[in-house]
């Protein structure tokens, strides 16, 4: 079906460079130059900027690096998080001189958070809190074994995991919750909705540039929504080839799915949905672009929702033997309830809403951690089965397809 839409949308970009046949009048469809790359230039030189998005990217990868050092403070942690333009919160000098933070664009977007200010305070709670948890709990027992109800280190001989007393590794749910509440989040329901670009449509239809700048607004806002996916791959034009290997985010789990038999493609898909909806902006074709937005959110939330199957399931494997393996279990578990956190920032093509409400997303969480006082440890395989179908349920994937 998505490579259907994807081909109606370069068919209708092909159409649009005849005049009908049966009249003399042109057609008022404009064509659309589709590169092969996302290569975009204006008077000789690029028209693509997404510095801010690589800049968020780089700076949540030396947080959840921090999380893992025993040794630093909740101040420090929180001070990377929402950071302040000069302060010496990175390792990088660039990024100590930038006015970004990720804080500021987590749950940030227009459709889903200009008006639920509410909503968007819990959330960055829930990683501040995060931040908390992992150094109130787990780095004072750092050295400590695991067990449940006390928190610790599970060492399996070739990893060492550092868990909660209920079995959660804070760096791995900031991580993979981050994916959902920043980059898509921003991707979709910011960078590439019609309530943001829609506005800019007579600047664009006019050529008319940012100051100082070689794009228009719209050109721009679709750009940071790509930057989101691909702004620290190594070929930024072309980041199919090394799609999974260039940042611990969305671009890493791209290419994880991409591995997966089942959903080989979905690379090419994402980028030639972001490459075909950008060449439409040039072109002035606001249909083809809506076309790919859609495009997009079908399948970037997909992403989210077959990560989530699949890291239950394997934790399922790991505790579904004789001598359950708890290390492997919570390390996947972890990975999921970031994963399961992220649905409530997917987007159902064609409506306003998530695959999951927050409300939804909420419940799976306490079911994951509260089939006993003592949260992972307990969980059961019908538990991690029966959260695996609902979420499969909403999406075109069975729960064997993401699981394997």
Request: aromatic content about 10%.
């Amino acid at each position: 079906m998505v490579k259907r839409f994807l081909l109606l949308g370069m068919i209708v970009g092909l159409m649009a460079s005849c005049s009908n046949d049966d009249s003399d009048d042109v057609d008022p469809i404009i064509a659309i130059d589709n590169p092969t790359t996302y290569i975009f230039e204006r008077n000789g030189e690029s028209s693509v900027s997404f510095d801010g998005q690589t800049t968020r990217i780089l700076m949540a990868e030396e947080i959840i690096s921090k999380l893992q050092d025993e040794t630093t403070t909740e101040q420090i942690l929180n001070d990377m998080f929402a950071h302040v333009e000069g302060a010496s919160d990175f390792s990088d000098a660039d990024l100590n001189a930038s006015d970004k933070s990720v804080r500021s664009k987590t749950a940030a977007s227009f459709d889903y958070f200009s008006g639920n200010a509410t909503n968007q305070a819990l959330i960055r709670a829930d990683f501040e809190n995060w931040i908390k948890t992992q150094v109130d709990e787990v780095y004072p027992n750092w050295n400590t074994a695991a067990a449940a109800g006390t928190a610790g280190q599970i060492a399996d001989g070739s990893s060492t995991r550092y868990v909660t007393a209920k079995g959660l590794e804070m760096n791995q749910v900031f991580n993979k919750s981050l994916i959902g509440a920043l980059m898509v989040d921003q991707i979709l329901n910011n960078y590439i909705s019609s309530n943001v670009l829609d506005p800019f449509e007579e600047a664009n239809d006019a050529g008319t540039l940012v100051e100082g700048k070689n794009y228009t607004d719209m050109e721009h806002d679709w750009d940071e929504a790509y930057g989101y996916a691909f702004g620290t791959a190594q070929n930024l034009a072309d980041p199919r080839p090394t799609i999974g290997e260039d940042d611990s985010f969305l671009n890493k789990y791209i290419g994880r799915v991409e591995g997966d038999t089942d959903f080989a493609g979905i690379t090419e898909d994402i980028y030639q949905a972001f490459k075909l909806g950008r060449a439409a902006i040039v072109a002035k074709n606001y249909t083809v672009r809506n076309e790919q937005a859609e495009i997009l959110r079908e399948l970037i939330s997909e992403i989210i929702g077959i990560r989530a199957v699949y890291y239950l399931q394997q934790a399922k494997n790991a505790i579904d033997q004789e001598t359950p393996d708890y290390g492997g279990a919570f390390h996947d578990l972890s990975e999921g309830y970031g994963f399961i956190y992220s649905l409530q920032f997917t987007r159902k093509p064609g409506t306003n809403d998530p695959y999951f409400t927050k409300t939804e997303v909420d419940a799976f969480l306490a079911d994951l951690m509260d089939d006993g006082a003592n949260g992972l440890w307990d969980v059961t395989p019908a538990t991690l089965d029966a959260i695996s179908e609902a979420i499969a349920d909403e999406f075109d994937f069975t729960v064997a397809q993401a699981g394997s």
